[in-house]
């Protein structure tokens, strides 16, 4: 379908940009042949004029909350893309991709615009709605709202997730380790690790005996994710079929390969009069007992260790958080996928946690704000007999206990030096 002349403003309540459900299409132009005209009353007076097309999707922008940079949870508005993230990512789109540059039809007539085809693509994700539905919004055809939406999924791992997929520098280890260590009590913590299931609605039936578990409604695909104080999402693996549970794709995710490789940061802390080589991230009872790993206790035996799980529980709050806000800003992931290939659902999840980085940056919540330097990854230069050396040294049960009960010892002393509970 080609576009009609005329141009296509997409604006927020600051005129900077803003693409999400508070938006306005403001048409200058015929298009889809909407027209620029004023209703009559009753007497025959010609009112100001409007836009049909613009009144079917006008949102008002003034309840629309700002962003407080002191608070560490992110909005959850009906803009699920803040007015400065929306231009670089739809900038450096258009500059990379041949399909976002607008171009002519057969006739000399220009076709869509970058910003519809990134306003196309990105409804798609923050609302979940369908192609189709791109129609009557922007008068595009459901094939390129389509097509949009995967071009654009492609794109933005591609440019951003060097910076906002990577790991933890040494630098924003240091800074983890202080934020968790005053907010929660726990030193040498790296975050929260769990995993979140996406219902697969499209999955093929020779597929869905590997990816259907019973505690869910149908075939599902699994991320693992791991997160900070401020929800910032420092590590994702997805496309583990769901008939897996947690052991399984912790057995098969790559977030202690750097550890393996010898190539990690220093990310070694004190606690309790002891040394201990390697951060940890705290799980939920189903995860192994390795040295890189702490969770709670099933058995409460005094009133240390029934603290211990009270403060536990209170810092593994933060990655439950990360889901619940990610699912809130893209609804694409809270519904089921209507997808058939996995690298396509591989990219719509990886751009959805990449923007969402982005807003986190952008709000100034992130703990590691605009700290980022593009340096290669280091080389491994072990062997394999090192590299299962340092693979023992991070599953070593003798650690895990010996941590968690250092642990315990320390977050009690701090309690009874406090003299309260920060709770």
């Not at 409007?50 to 608070?71: E, F, G, N």
């Not at 979940?128 to 794109?155: K, N, P």
């Not at 591609?158 to 983890?176: E, G, M, N, W």
Request: aromatic share 10%; proline share 5%; with cysteine.
């Amino acid at each position: 379908m080609a576009f009609p002349s005329g141009s296509v403003d997409v604006t927020g309540s600051s005129g900077a940009g803003v693409i999400g459900s508070d938006v306005t299409i403001v048409t200058t132009g015929g298009v889809g042949g909407g027209s620029i005209v004023g209703d009559k009353d009753d007497e025959g007076n010609q009112s100001a004029p409007h836009d049909d097309v613009d009144d079917a999707v006008h949102h008002d922008l003034d309840d629309t909350p700002d962003i407080d940079a002191s608070d560490p949870t992110p909005t959850t508005s009906d803009d699920p893309v803040s007015s400065a993230v929306a231009p670089v990512a739809i900038s450096t789109a258009e500059s990379v991709y041949a399909f976002f540059q607008q171009r002519a039809d057969a006739r000399g007539k220009p076709r869509y615009s970058t910003m519809q085809k990134c306003t196309a693509a990105i409804r798609q994700l923050a609302y979940g709605t369908a192609s189709d539905a791109m129609e009557e919004y922007l008068q595009m055809s459901t094939t390129v709202a389509r097509e949009a939406l995967h071009i654009f999924c492609e794109c933005i791992p591609q440019l951003y997730h060097k910076k906002y997929l990577r790991k933890p520098t040494q630098s924003d280890v240091q800074k983890i380790h202080e934020v968790h260590h005053q907010r929660h009590g726990f030193p040498g913590m790296l975050g929260s690790l769990d995993c979140m299931h996406w219902e697969w609605e499209a999955c093929p039936v020779a597929w869905q005996g590997q990816f259907h578990r019973g505690d869910h409604d149908g075939p599902t695909v699994i991320l693992e994710a791991a997160a900070s104080f401020n929800l910032w999402i420092w590590h994702a693996f997805f496309g583990t079929p769901g008939a897996n549970n947690d052991i399984a794709v912790i057995n098969a995710s790559p977030i202690f390969d750097r550890l393996t490789d010898g190539i990690s940061p220093d990310i070694s802390f004190s606690t309790n009069d002891a040394n201990y080589e390697y951060g940890y991230y705290l799980v939920d009872g189903i995860y192994p007992e390795w040295a890189t790993l702490v969770h709670s206790f099933t058995c409460l035996t005094d009133e240390k260790r029934q603290y211990f799980k009270k403060k536990h529980e209170s810092a593994r709050k933060d990655i439950e958080r990360a889901f619940g806000v990610l699912k809130k800003r893209w609804s694409i992931i809270r519904q089921p996928a209507r997808f058939l290939q996995m690298d396509k659902l591989r990219n719509i999840m990886y751009t959805c946690i990449i923007l969402y980085n982005m807003i986190l940056e952008d709000s100034g919540t992130a703990v590691c704000q605009g700290e980022y330097n593009d340096e290669p990854e280091p080389i491994c230069t072990l062997n394999k007999d090192e590299k299962l050396a340092n693979l023992l040294k991070t599953r070593k049960r003798e650690t895990n206990f010996c941590l968690r009960s250092d642990l315990v010892e320390h977050l009690w002393s701090n309690k009874q030096g406090d003299g309260e509970d920060n709770d």
